[in-house]
């Protein structure tokens, strides 16, 4: 993929020579369908509008994710490196209370559920197991 200006982008991730078995060439058709018929717009308005979802998210700093929660990642995604996130990482249940556990899974990179589908699911199950009712339903 090259930018305006004909750099590599992103420079950190070089094509792939083979796809990964997660990765099928019917995935890359369907996905390359999909934005020829919708264009790329709504993905990247995403990332357009970073400043203003800061503002708009203002009112709920410092507020806690109160559900209880699992928190799943792999150690080579990108958002792993954003400034800020290793220091955060220890500290998760400042801001979840109610976090019952992390699963960080080694070798998946950003998109993790694809990668390590079965390690994702599987920890998402121990997780769904080990919830109690929060209250009894009422009849």
Known sequence: MRSAAGARFPRYA???????????????????????????TGALNWYRMIERSWELMAPWTGARVQPRALYIASDRADVLNFPGTPNALPHLRDFSPNLKDSLLLAGAGHWVQ???????KAGLLEFLRGLEPQEKPVR
Do not use: H
Not at 21 to 26: C, F, G, I, K, V
Not at 114 to 120: G, Q, Y
């Open 14 to 40: 070089p094509a792939p020579e083979t796809l990964p078995a997660w990765l099928t060439d019917a995935d890359i058709d369907y996905r390359a369908a999909q934005f020829a018929r919708t264009g790329f």
């Open 114 to 120: 694809l990668e390590r589908a079965e390690e994702v």
